[in-house]
């Protein structure tokens, strides 16, 4: 089945323990990307990256990290996480502008 | 600043009515417009895709308007039913890099 996973579903943590949210498509897209969603505002795209080794800022890049050393996988990182990273985090792979989407990860930050 | 605006937080319409759903935007020209559903704790699932030079869409009961004069998509469900009840979510892009998703809007059919 296609399909974009998630790793974990919900997260409780504290602030400044490092944390990795895993994300992995079967679908040999080359393009993915990570989104939070917060009540009012939407979806907001973290980062994105158009193939293995290659990424960039989304438009709320501040306090997360990401790499892309598979094509399958792209991981999303907070070495450092706050309070106000606390929101449903979403995964998505492309080939096209039609998006695929991971089932969320909710992050608490306490 | 580019602006997306889904101009209902949320709808509520009996069933068999049609649903539209309004998305405007501004300060922006986009190559597509797409309407996706999301339901509670779940991701995003695409609908429908219309180019800058489409003016309509179907699938099904669905039917997507973009008025790039207006710079305004509509959105519509006939004979809705109580499972179509979501939330809706315009995305407007040039490509996949910087696609802009409006908050959405929450659809209720009651039966």
């Known amino acids: 089945e296609a399909q974009v996973t998630q790793n974990p579903r919900y997260l409780i943590t504290v602030t400044g323990k490092k944390l990795t949210v895993t994300c992995s498509q079967n679908?040999?897209?080359?393009?993915m990307s990570w989104y939070r969603q917060d009540p009012g505002l939407g979806l907001r795209q973290i980062y994105y990256?158009?193939?293995?080794?290659?990424?960039d800022k989304g438009d709320v890049p501040e306090g997360y990290k990401v790499s892309r050393k598979e094509k399958r996988n792209f991981p999303l990182i907070l070495e450092s996480p706050s309070p106000n990273q606390t929101s449903l985090y979403f995964c998505?792979?492309?080939?096209?502008?039609?998006?695929?989407f991971g089932p969320g990860t909710r992050l608490t930050v306490l | 600043s580019q602006k997306i605006e889904q101009n209902s937080e949320a709808l509520n319409i009996q069933e068999g009515k049609t649903a539209t759903l309004t998305c405007n935007y501004t300060?922006?020209?986009?190559?597509?417009l797409q309407w996706y559903r999301q339901d509670p704790g779940r991701g995003p699932v695409f609908l429908l895709l219309?180019?800058?030079?489409?003016k309509e869409k179907r699938k099904e009961r669905l039917k997507v308007t973009f008025d790039t004069t207006l710079k305004q998509s509509l959105f519509h469900i006939t004979a809705s039913q109580p499972a179509d009840s979501a939330t809706y979510l315009c995305?407007?892009?040039?490509?996949?890099?910087?696609?802009?998703f409006g908050a959405g809007t929450r659809l209720t059919v009651k039966p």
């Open positions: 995305a407007l892009s040039y490509n996949n890099n910087d696609m802009r």
């Open positions: 300060n922006y020209s986009p190559a597509y």
């Open positions: 219309i180019r800058e030079n489409e």
């Open positions: 679908m040999n897209h080359e393009y």
């Open positions: 990256s158009m193939n293995v080794e290659v990424t």
């Open positions: 998505a792979s492309s080939w096209g502008p039609e998006q695929f």
